[in-house]
Nanobody
Framework: QVRLAESGGGSVQTGGSLRLSCKASGLSYNNYVMGWYRQAPGKEREGVAIIDRDGGTSYLDSVQGRFTISRDSRKNILYLQMDGLKPEDTAMYYC?????????????????????WGQGTQVTVSS
C-alpha cells in the first residue's frame, strides 16, 4: 500500500523558513517523479515544485529562488526547503508521486495528475 506522509508544516512570520518532508513507502521510490502542491482556502490547487527521477527540478514562478525541492533516494524522503516565506505562501501543502512518465512541466502545470497524494501539512505565514 502506497503511503506519502508529510511533516514539517507550521506557523512562521514573513521572511522565515520551513522545511517540509514527505516519507514515501509502499512504492519503488526511484521510479517515481515527486512533487509538492499547495492549496490555499478558496483557491485552486497549484503545483509548487517537481523533481524527476534524475534530479531535474521545476518550480512555480512565484517560488523560484526561494524554495528548493530535493529527494533522498536512500531514505525515500522528499523535501521542500522554503525560505523567504510570504503570507501568500500560506496553504495546505501536499506531496505527490507519479510513475506515468509525464513531463515534469505537465505535472507542475497540472495538465496531468499524479498517481498518489499525501494528506497534507499546513503552512501559515503571518505578516
Amino acid at each position: 500500500q502506497v503511503r506519502l506522509a508529510e511533516s514539517g508544516g507550521g506557523s512562521v512570520q514573513t521572511g522565515g523558513s520551513l522545511r517540509l518532508s514527505c516519507k514515501a513507502s509502499g512504492l519503488s521510490y526511484n521510479n517515481y517523479v515527486m512533487g509538492w502542491y499547495r492549496q490555499a482556502p478558496g483557491k485552486e490547487r497549484e503545483g509548487v515544485a517537481i523533481i524527476d527521477r534524475d534530479g531535474g527540478t521545476s518550480y512555480l514562478d512565484s517560488v523560484q529562488g526561494r524554495f528548493t525541492i530535493s529527494r533522498d533516494s536512500r531514505k525515500n524522503i522528499l523535501y521542500l526547503q522554503m525560505d523567504g516565506l510570504k503570507p501568500e505562501d500560506t496553504a495546505m501543502y501536499y506531496c505527490a508521486a507519479d510513475a506515468h512518465g509525464y513531463k515534469s512541466e505537465y505535472l507542475l502545470r497540472q495538465w496531468a495528475q499524479p498517481m498518489y497524494w499525501g494528506q497534507g501539512t499546513q503552512v501559515t505565514v503571518s505578516s
